[in-house]
């Protein structure tokens, strides 16, 4: 069967990347990865390349893995941790990094802020399905707005040893 281009958008919006760092990715004009997505009659004649394709199959693949090491850690650190390092609904705790803006991704050199965030939420959510409470954290706490009245210490939160290990998903 072929791919539509819905298929096409879908998967790019499942990894996170925007039509713009995608155009720069693959050394195309942005207009024309819209074109890819548009299903108007002037775009009919424009499809995604093989080339294209196969750079986002690529990396949901990398994504998907690393979704499994994140939910592989956030397991680890549960068991570890035992019944210190549970939520207020008594579930085990999960805390994810996120990223607010573009600057604080700048300052991270970790991969690109769609695809990091989208890889987190992917997370979170097979970690609920799971039977986690999940919480997102800002990567510089002074920005998260989570002081020492947050109920949660920081030895709740995630090893950032352990987190930066975990590579994210890059073009």
């Known amino acids: ?29 942005i207009s024309t990865v819209q074109y890819w997505e548009n299903p108007g ?31 592989d850690a956030a397991v680890r650190r549960a068991r570890a941790e035992g ?22 991704y700048y300052r991270s050199d970790r991969g690109d802020i769609g695809i990091l965030n989208a890889t987190s939420r992917q997370a979170a959510l097979r970690l609920e399905q799971m039977g986690f409470e999940v919480r997102f954290r800002y990567d510089d706490p002074e920005e998260d707005g989570e002081g020492d009245d947050s109920g949660q210490s920081d030895a709740g ?12 998903p890059r073009p």
Request: overall charge positive; cysteine-free.
């Open 1 to 29: 069967m072929t791919r539509t281009k819905a298929d096409w958008k879908a998967l790019r919006e499942t990894i996170g990347i925007s039509t713009g760092s995608l155009a720069s990715y693959l050394n195309k004009n």
């Open 41 to 71: 009659r002037a775009a009919r004649r424009y499809h995604p390349t093989q080339k294209a394709w196969e750079m986002l199959e690529q990396l949901r693949a990398k994504q998907k893995s690393v979704v499994d090491q994140l939910v």
């Open 83 to 104: 019944a210190s390092f549970m939520g207020e609904g008594g579930h085990p705790l999960a805390v994810l990094y996120y990223y607010r803006n573009r600057a604080e």
């Open 157 to 168: 939160m995630n090893d950032r040893a352990e987190e930066k290990k975990v590579e994210q």
